[in-house]
């Protein structure tokens, strides 16, 4: 891990927000891979989704606690990432309610959500889920804890790898049923993460005493994206052991990554 970064120093530097930058092109590069997959992948079965979709809620649900919430207390006190888990909640709900979107689940949601395509509704349903990933890398980065940035980016890159086929796959079934399409769809869902991430890092950066609040934010919106999503999305079909297994794979996966590199 030592190696890898100071390889990264050397050709990144050492500027939190460029390394946010180049941590959200790399998450952004492997959903976009899972999405491109659908252009080769002729036929994924439901279960491999629902269980793939269990593995990245674990991922989340792991890096929420352990490269967020843990060290956000350790900074700052339980009192700000409490804050800051509350406010992620609150604005990930907000979102919800109030931008027009479509869930696979509970359909359309959000106001004037009839007049808007099916594909766009869920382009910003999926992009609304990938925001907390990008923030949470960002503010990783941003935070000067190099190795637990880079783990936060490798397993949030990872169980993008999934979500971004999953979401291509969603748009075929949709009505969209050309690949090349679906596959622009599922590329484009994951490249508000550049963006956030920066945002992430800059914000640490820049204000310093916000960083805990911050750190609570990212966890409070991706544990929000969990239990609000993607184990509701991986339950519907009846392979709630499949994705339950999947979540408990991704918890263990992201445990040894944290404890193994971080």
Same mark, same amino acid.
């Given at each position: ?111 004037? &959500?009839?007049?808007? %395509?099916?594909?766009?509704? *869920?382009?910003? =349903? +999926?992009?609304?889920? @990938?925001? !907390?990933? $990008? /923030? #949470? ?5 941003? &935070?000067?804890?190099? %190795?637990?940035?880079?783990? *936060?980016?490798? =397993? +949030?890159?990872?169980? @993008?790898? !999934?979500? $971004? /086929? #999953? ?5 075929? &079934? ?89």
């Amino acid at each position: 891990m030592d190696v890898f970064q100071n390889w990264f120093i050397a050709h990144v530097g050492d500027h939190p927000v460029i390394q946010g930058l180049i941590g959200g092109l790399v998450i952004a590069g492997m959903n976009t891979f899972g999405a491109l997959l659908v252009l080769v992948v002729k036929e994924v079965s439901q279960k491999f989704l629902d269980c793939s979709l269990g593995f990245a809620a674990g991922v989340m649900i792991a890096a929420s606690f352990t490269s967020l919430i843990l060290p956000g207390v350790e900074m700052g006190g339980i009192i700000p990432v409490v804050i800051g888990i509350a406010l992620g909640v609150a604005f990930l709900d907000l979102t919800d309610h109030f931008i027009p979107h479509m869930h696979v689940v509970r359909g359309m949601e959000g106001p004037h &959500s009839d007049r808007i %395509k099916a594909v766009w509704l *869920l382009i910003i =349903a +999926i992009t609304l889920h @990938n925001m !907390p990933e $990008g /923030l #949470a890398v960002g503010v990783g980065f941003g &935070s000067g804890n190099l %190795k637990e940035a880079f783990v *936060l980016m490798m =397993a +949030i890159g990872f169980q @993008n790898i !999934p979500e $971004g /086929l #999953a979401v291509a796959i969603s748009a075929m &079934s949709i009505g969209k049923g050309k690949r090349w399409y679906a596959s622009i769809v599922g590329v484009r869902s994951g490249l508000v993460e550049i963006p956030l991430a920066v945002l992430g890092a800059w914000a640490v950066t820049a204000m310093k005493p916000v960083l805990p609040y911050a750190m609570g934010f990212a966890a409070g919106a991706m544990l929000y994206v969990v239990s609000d999503e993607i184990v509701p999305e991986s339950h519907r079909q009846g392979h709630e052991r499949l994705a339950t297994f999947g979540t408990m794979i991704g918890i263990i996966v992201m445990l040894y990554l944290d404890v193994t590199l971080g």
